[in-house]
């Protein structure tokens, strides 16, 4: 299984971003697909996730301002970030649970990408 994403980068604090991850792989079933983050010192924390039946959460801090999607025909998960604060600067890394191609579960992070809101 691979994950890439691509979308990270700079913006001034209102501004907004799009992430995108494409997953890859022989497997059965792509269960939840979502997007965590860590900012400099800090643990990796929940940002949002999308269920295969479209059912999603948010972390508080994010509701309202950030939008995550799925399209499963293209296995692609996105995140639309919108009213960007500094505080959401972090590296945002992608991770996808899986239903195996004999039926285990498993799951899998993507690189991370950058993003960084100036104030």
């Known amino acids: 299984v691979q994950l890439q994403a691509s979308g990270g980068g700079w913006v001034q604090a209102g501004g907004s971003l799009r992430l995108s991850c494409v997953a890859s792989g022989s497997i059965r079933k792509w269960n939840v697909m979502g997007w965590y983050r860590q900012a400099l010192g800090k643990q990796r924390e929940l940002v949002a996730i999308v269920t295969s039946s479209g059912r999603t959460n948010y972390a508080d801090a994010v509701k309202g301002r950030f939008t995550i999607s799925r399209d499963n025909a293209k296995n692609t998960v996105g995140l639309q970030m919108n009213s960007l604060k500094p505080e959401d600067t972090g590296v945002y890394y992608c991770?996808?649970?899986?239903?195996?191609?004999?039926?285990?579960?498993?799951?899998?992070w993507g690189q991370g990408t950058l993003v960084t809101v100036s104030s």
């Open positions: 991770n996808v649970e899986y239903t195996g191609s004999s039926g285990f579960l498993g799951a899998s």
